[in-house]
């Protein structure tokens, strides 16, 4: 019996959690896109002196990417605790990474707000081309990981067929926006490019809210039950 609760909670949690990100992050995205706070590694000192701009807005769009990535992480562990198949635990450890390093670039950008109090001096711009690159890196290297934790998704949780289907497209659309960054050679993607990264990342955050929107509904009907013996 504890173990049946157990599971019903960890399957609902996974489910508000999941949502939970998507909020965040489509909010974050909807405040980064219009303001020209895409923070582009080719130019700095453009990118410190929007910050420096509009430092309020930034760390508005920052704490809310920042509740985004870390719902995904614990969305991962809540998938992680559920009982099932062992395999159903690759796609919620690829997820967890994914989660990781989508904070370690909150972590650049957070550092760069400081910096760009001193945007107009030449060592400051130069610290700010590392932590801009560093940053946006590592955020290729989280849509990598997600990429990956939905391929395995797709692979190994028990879906439906529709379910499945969208997936894969999704995750496609997301190996797109993981490959772009590396066309674009040693001049980095442009803003327009980065924008376009966004859009292609989009239906891997529709799907996983999809998925939390299902966990949700399964972890409450599991739950009637139990609150009608009560």
Do not use: C
Not at 41 to 58: F, M, T
Not at 107 to 119: E, R, S, Y
Not at 196 to 212: D, E, N, R
């Amino acid at each position: 019996m504890d173990s049946t609760h157990d599971h019903t909670a960890a399957t609902r949690l996974t489910g508000v959690l999941l949502l939970t990100s998507l909020t965040a992050m489509i909010a974050s995205a909807a405040i980064v896109v219009p303001s020209g706070l895409t923070l582009n590694p080719a130019e700095p000192a453009a990118a410190l002196a929007a910050v420096a701009a509009r430092p309020g807005l930034h760390l508005i769009e920052l704490g809310l990417d920042v509740v985004g990535w870390v719902a995904l992480t614990g969305s991962a562990l809540a998938m992680a605790a559920r009982t099932g198949p062992r395999l159903a635990l690759l796609p919620a450890g690829l997820l967890f990474g994914a989660g990781l390093t989508g904070m370690l670039h909150d972590a650049g950008n957070l550092a760069l707000t400081q910096l760009a109090a001193d945007a107009g001096d030449a060592t400051t711009v130069t610290v700010a081309t590392a932590v801009l690159l560093t940053a946006k890196w590592a955020v290729n290297l989280t849509g990598l990981l997600w990429v990956a934790a939905t391929a395995t998704a797709v692979r190994y949780l028990p879906l439906t067929a529709g379910l499945r289907r969208i997936g894969a497209v999704a995750a496609l659309s997301g190996l797109a926006a993981v490959v772009l960054p590396w066309t674009t050679g040693i001049n980095g993607p442009s803003a327009t490019q980065e924008q376009l990264g966004y859009a292609l990342h989009l239906p891997i955050m529709i799907w996983y809210g999809v998925l939390g929107w299902r966990e949700l509904r399964v972890g409450s009907q599991s739950r009637e039950p139990d609150v009608a013996s009560s």
